[in-house]
């Protein structure tokens, strides 16, 4: 069992940034592969971008690619979003979630054991 708690979410103007922080507790944390998803009002839950057990491995949606890094420090059990040039249509609840699959990444959200309660991300424009 791995429980996830985001944060680091707020309130933002576009062009502005923010970073996305996922602690992990419980089951060793460097086995997963993790995922960060979200979902605006109204919107089904979509991929934003993935990362694997090492680091070694990342993909990103198309929507955030060059604007959004993923990566993980597996010694503090936490996995980060680094989202730049932010822009409204990035509002949305954003999740994370760790695949116990660790050495692949997936996009998939059902491929995910584990999710987060996740955190709200507003982009003013």
């Known amino acids: 069992q791995v429980q996830l708690v985001e944060s680091g979410g707020g309130l933002v103007q576009a062009g502005g940034s923010l970073r996305l922080s996922c602690a992990a507790s419980g089951r060793t944390f460097s086995v997963y592969a993790m995922g960060w998803f979200r979902q605006a009002p109204g919107k089904e839950r979509e991929f934003v971008a993935a990362?694997?057990?090492?680091?070694?491995?990342?993909y990103y949606a198309d929507s955030v690619k060059g604007r959004f890094t993923i990566s993980r420090d597996n010694a503090k059990n936490t996995v980060y979003l680094q989202m730049n040039s932010l822009k409204p249509e990035d509002t949305a609840v954003y999740y994370c979630?760790?695949?116990?699959?660790?050495?692949?990444?997936?996009?998939?959200?059902?491929?995910?054991?584990?999710w987060g309660q996740g955190t709200q991300v507003t982009v003013s424009s």
């Open positions: 979630a760790a695949d116990e699959g660790g050495y692949t990444v997936v996009t998939g959200s059902s491929m995910y054991d584990y």
């Open positions: 990362i694997n057990w090492s680091g070694g491995n990342t």
